[in-house]
């Protein structure tokens, strides 16, 4: 209801000050970490009331994963099936889609800019 750019803006001001190198990007534990949290939101997606969108899931995914420290992308991309306009979301760590296991994504022509979610550094 408050729109992309407004949810977006309030979901980065309420990232608790973290240092940026909370985990080792390069590390097979963050990645673990990162795909156990997409588990958990697709979990909790499936067994919450109503349907949750693609935006919402990535949203919530994105922000948990700046929450624990561990930067990501928020893409969104797009795509017209005939009179059909669709639009598409999903959470990228290290170029690799998260909330994607089947990758429906690469059916989506991304748009260029990501929309990074970097942690906090503290002052």
Known sequence: M???RATQASLQK???A???NRYDASSTATAELAALTARMVRSAAY???GTATCLEKSLVLWWLMARQGIASE???GARKTGQLFEA???VEYRGV???EPEEPHQH???FDEAFPMQPKAKK
């Open 97 to 99: 889609a998260l909330n």
């Open 74 to 76: 928020l893409r969104i």
């Open 108 to 110: 989506y022509a991304a």
């Open 2 to 4: 408050r729109g992309f």
């Open 88 to 90: 598409h979301a999903w």
């Open 18 to 20: 973290r240092p940026s």
């Open 14 to 16: 309420r990232i608790a």
């Open 47 to 49: 067994r919450s009331l």
